[in-house]
Protein backbone atom coordinates (compact mmCIF):
# COMPACT_ATOMS: atom_id res chain seq x y z
CA UNK A 1 0.00 0.00 0.00
CA UNK A 2 1.34 3.30 -0.78
CA UNK A 3 1.51 6.95 1.29
CA UNK A 4 4.07 8.90 3.09
CA UNK A 5 7.30 7.04 4.79
CA UNK A 6 9.08 9.77 6.20
CA UNK A 7 8.34 9.22 9.91
CA UNK A 8 12.53 8.91 10.67
CA UNK A 9 12.42 12.39 8.45
CA UNK A 10 9.04 13.59 11.11
CA UNK A 11 11.40 12.77 13.90
CA UNK A 12 14.77 13.99 12.90
CA UNK A 13 14.83 17.17 14.72
CA UNK A 14 11.91 16.41 17.00
CA UNK A 15 14.08 13.67 18.87
CA UNK A 16 16.87 16.05 19.53
CA UNK A 17 15.04 18.67 20.88
CA UNK A 18 12.73 16.14 22.99
CA UNK A 19 16.53 14.99 24.55
CA UNK A 20 15.76 17.12 27.49
CA UNK A 21 12.97 14.41 29.43
CA UNK A 22 11.89 16.43 32.41
CA UNK A 23 10.56 19.22 28.94
CA UNK A 24 8.98 15.73 27.71
CA UNK A 25 7.20 15.81 30.72
CA UNK A 26 6.44 19.29 31.06
CA UNK A 27 4.46 19.20 27.21
CA UNK A 28 2.93 16.40 28.00
CA UNK A 29 1.64 16.96 31.62
CA UNK A 30 0.10 20.24 30.10
CA UNK A 31 -1.58 17.77 27.20
CA UNK A 32 -2.79 15.66 30.14
CA UNK A 33 -4.62 19.03 32.30
CA UNK A 34 -6.21 19.78 29.02
CA UNK A 35 -7.59 16.28 27.98
CA UNK A 36 -8.90 15.98 31.81
CA UNK A 37 -10.84 19.42 31.43
CA UNK A 38 -12.23 18.89 28.40
CA UNK A 39 -13.54 14.73 29.18
CA UNK A 40 -12.52 14.44 33.18
CA UNK A 41 -10.06 12.24 34.68
CA UNK A 42 -11.33 8.99 34.42
CA UNK A 43 -9.57 7.80 31.23
CA UNK A 44 -12.29 4.49 30.58
CA UNK A 45 -14.79 7.30 29.45
CA UNK A 46 -12.11 9.74 28.40
CA UNK A 47 -10.57 8.88 25.26
CA UNK A 48 -8.20 11.82 24.54
CA UNK A 49 -6.79 10.79 28.25
CA UNK A 50 -6.21 7.50 27.47
CA UNK A 51 -4.01 8.53 24.26
CA UNK A 52 -2.19 11.11 26.28
CA UNK A 53 -1.45 8.51 28.86
CA UNK A 54 -0.49 6.09 26.34
CA UNK A 55 1.89 8.74 24.75
CA UNK A 56 3.17 9.48 28.60
CA UNK A 57 4.11 5.62 28.78
CA UNK A 58 5.83 5.83 25.81
CA UNK A 59 8.26 8.99 26.70
CA UNK A 60 8.89 6.59 30.22
CA UNK A 61 6.81 9.49 32.09
CA UNK A 62 6.24 8.30 35.59
CA UNK A 63 3.12 7.46 37.08
CA UNK A 64 3.27 9.59 39.81
CA UNK A 65 3.49 12.40 37.14
CA UNK A 66 0.86 11.41 35.64
CA UNK A 67 -1.41 11.60 38.41
CA UNK A 68 -0.04 14.35 39.78
CA UNK A 69 -1.19 15.87 35.58
CA UNK A 70 -4.60 14.89 36.64
CA UNK A 71 -5.12 15.66 40.12
CA UNK A 72 -3.95 19.65 38.86
CA UNK A 73 -6.59 18.99 36.60
CA UNK A 74 -9.29 17.92 38.28
CA UNK A 75 -8.56 20.79 40.59
CA UNK A 76 -7.36 18.90 43.55
CA UNK A 77 -3.83 20.90 43.09
CA UNK A 78 -3.55 24.43 41.93
CA UNK A 79 -4.15 24.27 37.96
CA UNK A 80 -3.40 26.50 35.31
CA UNK A 81 -5.96 26.91 32.27
CA UNK A 82 -4.13 26.00 29.24
CA UNK A 83 -5.75 27.45 26.30
CA UNK A 84 -4.54 25.17 22.72
CA UNK A 85 -3.54 28.03 19.94
CA UNK A 86 -1.42 27.05 16.80
CA UNK A 87 0.60 29.82 14.38
CA UNK A 88 1.95 29.23 10.84
CA UNK A 89 4.64 30.67 8.79
CA UNK A 90 7.42 30.61 6.64
CA UNK A 91 10.85 29.31 7.18
CA UNK A 92 14.00 29.68 4.62
CA UNK A 93 13.47 28.26 1.39
CA UNK A 94 9.96 29.07 1.20
CA UNK A 95 9.56 26.24 3.44
CA UNK A 96 6.15 25.45 5.66
CA UNK A 97 6.13 25.44 9.54
CA UNK A 98 3.47 25.17 11.52
CA UNK A 99 3.59 25.70 15.52
CA UNK A 100 0.74 23.74 18.05
CA UNK A 101 1.26 25.74 21.59
CA UNK A 102 -0.94 24.94 24.69
CA UNK A 103 -0.21 28.38 26.20
CA UNK A 104 -1.67 30.41 29.49
CA UNK A 105 -0.72 33.65 28.00
CA UNK A 106 -1.30 34.01 24.42
CA UNK A 107 0.64 37.24 24.18
CA UNK A 108 3.32 35.79 26.01
CA UNK A 109 3.39 32.67 23.68
CA UNK A 110 2.59 34.94 20.33
CA UNK A 111 5.40 37.53 21.04
CA UNK A 112 8.15 34.38 21.49
CA UNK A 113 7.07 32.43 18.35
CA UNK A 114 7.23 35.48 16.12
CA UNK A 115 10.59 35.92 17.66
CA UNK A 116 11.69 32.65 16.48
CA UNK A 117 10.65 32.91 12.57
CA UNK A 118 11.85 36.20 13.09
CA UNK A 119 15.47 35.61 14.18
CA UNK A 120 15.74 32.95 11.25
CA UNK A 121 14.73 34.90 8.29
CA UNK A 122 11.65 33.53 8.53
CA UNK A 123 7.97 35.14 8.71
CA UNK A 124 4.87 34.31 10.71
CA UNK A 125 1.81 34.18 8.22
CA UNK A 126 -1.82 33.71 8.75
CA UNK A 127 -3.96 30.82 10.07
CA UNK A 128 -4.26 28.61 6.86
CA UNK A 129 -1.47 29.92 5.27
CA UNK A 130 0.91 26.76 5.02
CA UNK A 131 -1.61 24.07 6.58
CA UNK A 132 -3.78 23.35 3.06
CA UNK A 133 0.07 21.86 2.73
CA UNK A 134 -0.40 19.21 5.50
CA UNK A 135 -2.47 16.16 5.91
CA UNK A 136 -3.95 15.80 9.65
CA UNK A 137 -3.66 11.90 10.44
CA UNK A 138 -3.02 9.53 13.14
CA UNK A 139 0.34 7.20 12.73
CA UNK A 140 0.91 4.57 14.57
CA UNK A 141 4.60 3.01 14.60
CA UNK A 142 5.52 -0.40 14.85
CA UNK A 143 8.64 -2.37 14.66
CA UNK A 144 8.93 -4.44 12.00
CA UNK A 145 10.44 -8.13 13.10
CA UNK A 146 10.44 -11.50 11.44
CA UNK A 147 7.55 -12.26 13.81
CA UNK A 148 5.13 -10.11 11.73
CA UNK A 149 3.66 -11.35 8.44
CA UNK A 150 3.02 -8.21 6.51
CA UNK A 151 -0.27 -9.55 4.86
CA UNK A 152 -2.07 -10.38 7.77
CA UNK A 153 -0.83 -7.22 9.38
CA UNK A 154 -2.30 -5.27 6.07
CA UNK A 155 -5.65 -6.88 7.28
CA UNK A 156 -5.79 -6.35 10.56
CA UNK A 157 -5.23 -2.78 9.84
CA UNK A 158 -7.48 -2.59 7.11
CA UNK A 159 -10.31 -4.73 9.24
CA UNK A 160 -9.70 -2.17 12.47
CA UNK A 161 -10.27 0.97 9.80
CA UNK A 162 -6.83 1.99 9.52
CA UNK A 163 -6.18 4.29 6.28
CA UNK A 164 -2.98 2.72 5.25
CA UNK A 165 -0.26 0.77 6.12
CA UNK A 166 3.50 1.57 5.00
CA UNK A 167 6.40 -0.79 4.70
CA UNK A 168 9.50 1.78 6.15
CA UNK A 169 12.23 -0.86 6.28
CA UNK A 170 13.15 -1.34 9.82
CA UNK A 171 9.51 0.00 10.67
CA UNK A 172 5.50 0.04 9.74
CA UNK A 173 3.42 2.95 9.85
CA UNK A 174 -0.13 3.06 10.27
CA UNK A 175 -2.13 5.56 8.82
CA UNK A 176 -5.71 6.60 10.41
CA UNK A 177 -7.65 9.12 10.44
CA UNK A 178 -7.69 11.27 13.12
CA UNK A 179 -11.16 10.52 14.49
CA UNK A 180 -10.35 7.18 14.16
CA UNK A 181 -7.11 6.74 15.99
CA UNK A 182 -8.06 5.99 19.53
CA UNK A 183 -10.67 2.95 17.81
CA UNK A 184 -7.83 2.00 15.48
CA UNK A 185 -4.61 2.49 17.72
CA UNK A 186 -7.17 0.28 20.96
CA UNK A 187 -8.41 -2.89 18.44
CA UNK A 188 -4.53 -3.60 17.14
CA UNK A 189 -3.23 -2.84 20.75
CA UNK A 190 -6.21 -5.87 21.80
CA UNK A 191 -5.15 -8.08 19.38
CA UNK A 192 -1.07 -8.00 21.06
CA UNK A 193 0.58 -5.13 18.39
CA UNK A 194 2.78 -3.02 20.89
CA UNK A 195 3.63 0.21 19.19
CA UNK A 196 7.01 2.24 19.33
CA UNK A 197 4.96 5.34 19.41
CA UNK A 198 1.45 6.09 18.36
CA UNK A 199 0.76 10.50 18.22
CA UNK A 200 -1.84 13.09 15.78
CA UNK A 201 0.54 14.25 13.49
CA UNK A 202 0.69 16.79 10.71
CA UNK A 203 1.94 14.95 7.50
CA UNK A 204 3.47 17.37 4.41
CA UNK A 205 2.07 16.69 1.36
CA UNK A 206 5.28 17.21 -0.47
CA UNK A 207 8.66 17.80 0.87
CA UNK A 208 11.36 20.89 0.17
CA UNK A 209 15.33 20.29 0.12
CA UNK A 210 17.27 23.07 1.41
CA UNK A 211 20.95 23.80 0.80
CA UNK A 212 23.21 23.91 3.78
CA UNK A 213 23.26 27.27 4.63
CA UNK A 214 19.54 27.46 4.71
CA UNK A 215 19.25 24.24 6.51
CA UNK A 216 21.72 25.42 9.57
CA UNK A 217 19.39 28.07 9.57
CA UNK A 218 16.08 26.62 8.95
CA UNK A 219 17.23 23.77 11.95
CA UNK A 220 18.34 26.53 14.34
CA UNK A 221 14.99 28.23 14.19
CA UNK A 222 13.25 24.83 15.25
CA UNK A 223 15.31 24.22 17.68
CA UNK A 224 14.23 27.67 18.81
CA UNK A 225 11.02 26.85 18.64
CA UNK A 226 10.96 23.26 20.60
CA UNK A 227 12.63 25.25 23.43
CA UNK A 228 9.73 27.63 24.10
CA UNK A 229 7.85 26.13 27.46
CA UNK A 230 4.71 26.65 25.89
CA UNK A 231 5.24 25.12 22.69
CA UNK A 232 4.27 21.16 22.10
CA UNK A 233 4.67 20.58 18.71
CA UNK A 234 6.71 21.54 15.26
CA UNK A 235 5.01 20.45 11.92
CA UNK A 236 7.37 21.16 8.69
CA UNK A 237 7.92 19.97 5.05
CA UNK A 238 11.56 20.17 5.06
CA UNK A 239 13.66 16.79 4.12
CA UNK A 240 15.96 16.80 7.00
CA UNK A 241 19.29 14.52 7.30
CA UNK A 242 18.37 11.59 9.01
CA UNK A 243 20.22 11.31 12.74
CA UNK A 244 22.29 8.05 13.75
CA UNK A 245 20.53 5.69 16.28
CA UNK A 246 22.22 6.41 19.79
CA UNK A 247 23.46 3.66 21.57
Not at 37 to 65: F, Y
Not at 134 to 146: H, Q, R, V
Not at 195 to 204: A, C, G, H, R, Y
Request: hydrophobic fraction near 35%.
Amino acid sequence: MSGHSKWHNIQATKNKADAARGKIFTKIGREIVVAVKAGGPDPTSNAKLRDVISKAKQNNMPNDNIQRSIKKASGELNAVNYEETSYEGYGVGGSAVIVKCLTDNKNRTAGDVRHAFDKHNGSLGSLGCVSYLFDNKGILILENTPAIDEEKLIDMCLEAEAEDVINDGDIYQIVTAPSDFTKVKETLEGQGLTFLSTEVTMIPQNYVDLDASQLSTFTKMVDMLEALDDVQNVYHNVNMPEEPDEE
